[in-house]
């Protein structure tokens, strides 16, 4: 790698118009930049650099459902919407309980080379929640897993649960507890309340989030353990973390753009694009996720970007898969209910969607602001564009987003991955 | 219809220009004017209305032997008060009651798709039925012909008469189909642009006939003939 | 002028009581010798039934072709639909048969609301899983004017498995739409969470059966299917009956002129009596004979004015 950009007049985050210098895949030079030579210069008047953003939440479906996602497609997705990392679930076919799985999904990411793809393991073996995996063997693989997740499922039994917790103590791992008290939520189709009770969907009620939550910070807390919680929805969740956090446990969380913008009355007209797990939520918990964002009781957004084929959505409502596309809208979704009402600046969107990310999923290269020495991995966004999502502009092999015709503020327009751009002029560069 | 298969070169009897006295000249109604809601040139007043009632009650007496055996039906929604109006005048005239019906054809039309679905009609039928009788079937305006042709197929399905005949109020012109009526109260030469409005005391609260031309007025409720709710 | 009827919600009160007075045409033609009308000659009606139901099937059967219409019925059993065909995949099938209108029965909520957006013609909603039943809440609205003289200013009680009741959905809706007052009464594990905030006017919840009976001009028993104990909803069909069921005591709790309910088909001895659904309070009987008419009625208005 020999290649050299000069980034001319882009504004940090809470700072003034910067030139930056990048070479051999790191910022060498921050500040007024007067010898260009050599370099490819990017006139970023009236951009926003951000550390690149980190995912701790995609379903990339490879291995199992390439006709959904590929690793390749969805780095891509990825890389337009401004990540330069993700931790990819391990609900694929064949499960990421195994070291050689793990590895496998690491290798495609370095392959494809658009975003690094960090493997998240499952936490027990085949997501069946019996048994542990061996989560030892993926934390020391070359892909050197630290987040273990049997998201999709609910780690249900607690005495499965608190062992988990422990054992990954020793390899500094987290667990990110999909949280879903199963026996609460069998057959259900949609947030429990009014709207459920009209459109006669089976409900899921906020206590199935909000009673796992209270259960696992109990135990993180018992046994000293790292916890993260995955797509909290609920305002009492909110309530719960808020408490455990008070106690200085070790408990981290994170919420979708998804449950930040929509509420459960898009489901009225049963398009399954808005079918989710969890469930889109009411009005008061919108404002209470967008509220503990802000606070910091909910450290991250993570995306949960989950690509379902079309005939797994263009269906009757209780046959289709839950989950939405995420990562090429998330930045956009987090400044339309974040960033616009004022309840964060760009600072706070570089905390929750970088720098704290990349520290709950042990990403050293990621999350830093550019600095001489450290490995360009950097965002540039126009605050200014506003973009109506069509779906079939998407990077992603499949076409559920929930925004189709929405439009939504600000533009990827560069990313840079160890000092190349995987995207200029908002296009992927391959 | 019956009838006229038999007769098909005899003009049906009806009163003509010359011995209507409301006709001398149309140009003594052309002032444009309100009625009940509904503008539009007056044709005929109620005075007019009267006489040609009577006229008709006078030729269905005339023609069906004193009104033996039959029965009037009328077609909602005017064509109802109409038949009770030449059955009273019948009864006056000759003693005789003539059992009266209502027969409603909106099931029957073939122009659904064209006008949309509408309320449908109650249909009542006299206690003694319609069977080997003679059915002067009544309605206001004949126009297209259809709602007659929808008339004669309901009335199949409900009976069998002897002989059926159609008396109307105003015949305007413009048949689709080869139907024509036994008793008229007025021949009036329309344009297709035209409507007519038949209001009657019973419905409208006021006995007058309207001529108006679509479109002059959004608030008339009379629009063009292929969306007219009832112009025949 | 509607083009679907998805849900009773799509009905206001003067297209509902349209249907009821068109319904009431209707039957009158049943009376006749030649009950055949040629309203809807050359038009296509699919049935599309992906859930047994002999009743509701026969019933809009028989309604289109009362109506002169082409009826071809598709159900679960013997087609393709239960190989596993996708509903969009039977939906462009049916678009390219040139349906006019499609009756759908189907055990998901929202299922008609999907077709809708395939389809060209009209959707009629025969009963989606446990959301609505529009047709059944019209027959019952008539059966109830037919019987009564009137819907607005009724009390309705709606009792038992609310719910999972798509009977209950529509009723709720259509009979508050027309003025009645309804009580839903059930064991609260049967009735929905949080439905107090999402009641219509004149609507309300009531876990004592004994108590509403006094006071109601119509009293409508859901069935209640075995599995729902299975489910913990309650503890055993005994007790079931003797709080919830309609038996010749609780009958006798009724106004004078009160009538029995029932969308069949019953389960006796266990929400209602054979004593009480065999009474001459009970519609039961006159509530299918209806349906023809309601079904015929809702067809017309659907197809009448969309070529």
């Not at chain 2, 006295?21 to 044709?43: A, F, W, Y």
Request: proline fraction near 5%; aromatic fraction near 4%.
């Amino acid at each position: 790698m020999t290649s050299t950009w000069l980034i001319r007049g882009a504004r940090m985050p809470g700072g003034g118009p910067t030139d930056i210098l990048i070479r051999d895949g790191v910022t060498v030079e921050v500040g007024t930049v007067l010898d260009s030579r050599g370099a490819t210069v990017i006139d970023a008047d009236g951009l926003i650099v951000l550390p690149g953003l980190v995912d701790l939440h995609t379903h990339l479906r490879e291995p199992g459902r390439e006709d959904a996602e590929t690793v390749e497609t969805g780095s891509r997705a990825a890389a337009l919407g401004g990540y330069t990392a993700v931790c990819a679930m391990a609900n694929t076919d064949p499960v990421a309980d195994t070291a050689g799985v793990v590895e496998q999904v690491w290798r495609l990411g370095r392959d494809a080379g658009l975003v690094d793809v960090q493997p998240i393991g499952a936490v027990t073996v085949g997501l069946r929640g019996e048994q542990l995996a061996e989560l030892g063997a993926m934390a020391t693989s070359a892909a050197r897993v630290r987040i273990f997740s049997d998201d999709g499922h609910c780690v249900a039994d607690p005495r499965l649960m608190r062992r988990a917790l422990e054992y990954v103590k020793a390899f500094d791992g987290v667990i990110a507890q999909h949280a879903e008290e199963p026996r609460l939520t069998v057959g259900a189709q949609m947030h429990e309340g009014e709207v459920s009770a009209r459109l006669g969907l089976t409900g899921w009620p906020a206590v199935a989030e909000e009673a796992i939550i209270a259960r696992d910070v109990l135990l993180a807390g018992h046994v000293d353990s790292r916890l993260h919680i995955c797509h909290v929805s609920t305002a009492g969740s909110v309530e719960i973390l808020r408490w455990a956090k008070s106690k200085g446990w070790r408990v981290t969380a994170e919420v979708t753009p998804h449950h930040l913008l929509l509420t459960e009355e898009y489901v009225t007209g049963y398009d399954p694009v808005f079918k989710v797990n969890p469930p889109l939520r009411t009005a008061a918990d919108v404002a209470a996720l967008r509220q503990a964002l802000a606070e910091g009781v909910i450290d991250v957004v993570a995306t949960d970007h989950a690509p379902h084929a079309v005939e797994d959505k263009e269906c009757e409502w209780a046959y289709a898969r839950p989950g939405m596309l995420g990562l090429q809208t998330a930045l956009s979704v987090v400044v339309k209910t974040m960033v616009e009402p004022g309840l964060l600046d760009w600072d706070g969107v570089a905390d929750r969607m970088s720098r704290i990310p990349a520290r709950i999923a042990g990403l050293t290269d990621h999350g830093h602001d550019p600095a001489p020495g450290v490995p360009a991995n950097l965002t540039l966004v126009d605050p200014t564009a506003r973009v109506r999502v069509d779906p079939s502009q998407l990077a992603s092999l499949s076409r559920n987003t929930p925004y189709a015709g929405m439009d939504l503020p600000c533009q990827v327009v560069a990313t840079f991955l160890r000092g190349e751009p995987t995207v200029l002029d908002g296009k992927a560069v391959r | 219809m019956a009838g006229h298969a038999r007769h098909p070169a005899r003009k049906p009897v009806h009163g003509t220009d010359r011995d209507a006295p409301s006709e001398t000249s149309p140009l003594q109604h052309v002032k444009s004017n309100t009625v009940s809601g509904i503008r539009g040139r007056t044709i005929l007043t109620a005075a007019d209305l009267g006489r040609i009632v009577d006229r008709m009650a006078h030729q269905i007496l005339e023609k069906t032997d004193g009104a033996t055996n039959t029965v009037l039906l009328g077609i909602p929604t005017r064509g109802v008060p109409l038949a009770a109006r030449l059955a009273a005048r019948i009864e006056a005239f000759e003693g005789r009651r003539v059992p009266c019906g209502t027969l409603d054809v909106t099931l029957y039309r073939d122009d659904l798709r064209l006008r949309g679905t509408r309320a449908v009609g109650p249909t009542a039928v006299p206690e003694d039925g319609i069977d080997a009788r003679r059915v002067i079937l009544v309605d206001d305006v004949l126009f297209s012909g259809r709602t007659v042709r929808a008339a004669l197929d309901a009335l199949s399905d409900i009976g069998r008469p002897s002989q059926v005949q159609l008396a109307v109020l105003v015949d305007r012109g413009h048949r689709e189909l080869p139907i024509r009526a036994d008793y008229v109260g007025k021949n009036m030469p329309t344009s297709r642009a035209e409507s007519v409005r038949v209001l009657l005391r019973e419905v409208d609260g006021v006995d007058a006939v309207l001529l108006a031309t679509a479109n002059s007025d959004g608030h008339s409720g009379v629009d063009g003939p292929r969306s007219e709710r009832r112009s025949e | 002028m509607i083009k679907h009827l998805l849900s009773a919600d799509d009905l206001d009160r003067d297209t509902a009581i349209g249907i009821l007075d068109i319904a009431e045409r209707m039957a009158a033609t049943a009376g006749r010798e030649i009950k055949k009308l040629p309203t809807l000659r050359g038009r296509t009606v699919v049935n599309l039934f992906y859930e047994d139901s002999t009743r509701t099937r026969i019933s809009f059967e028989a309604a289109a072709k009362r109506l002169s219409a082409d009826v071809i019925t598709f159900s679960a059993k013997g087609s393709s639909v239960s190989k596993g065909e996708s509903l969009k995949d039977t939906a462009l099938t049916l678009q390219a048969m040139g349906a006019d209108a499609v009756a759908i029965r189907h055990p998901a909520a929202g299922a008609p609301h999907r077709l809708a957006g395939w389809i060209s013609g009209s959707v009629l909603n025969a009963g989606d899983g446990t959301h609505e039943h529009p047709t059944q809440a019209l027959l019952d609205a008539y059966t109830m004017r037919s019987r009564l003289g009137h819907v607005e200013g009724l009390r309705v009680a709606i009792v038992g498995d609310v719910l999972h009741s798509r009977v209950a959905r529509s009723n709720l809706s259509l009979l508050t739409t027309l003025g009645a007052e309804v009580i839903l009464v059930g064991p609260p594990t049967l009735l929905p969470v949080g439905f107090e905030k999402a009641l219509p006017p004149g609507a309300s919840i009531s876990y004592d059966l004994d108590a509403v009976l006094p006071k109601c001009d119509v009293v409508m028993m859901l069935r209640v299917q075995r599995e729902r104990m299975i489910d913990s909803y309650f503890p055993s069909e005994r007790e079931y009956s003797r709080r919830y069921g309609l038996d010749r005591r609780r009958m006798a709790l009724l106004p004078e002129h009160a009538i029995v309910m029932h969308p069949g088909p019953m389960n006796r001895g266990i929400e209602i009596s054979s004593q009480v659904a065999d009474s001459a309070r009970s519609t039961v009987v006159e509530q299918v004979a209806n349906g023809v008419s309601v079904r015929m009625a809702v067809l017309y208005l659907l197809l009448g004015g969309n070529a």
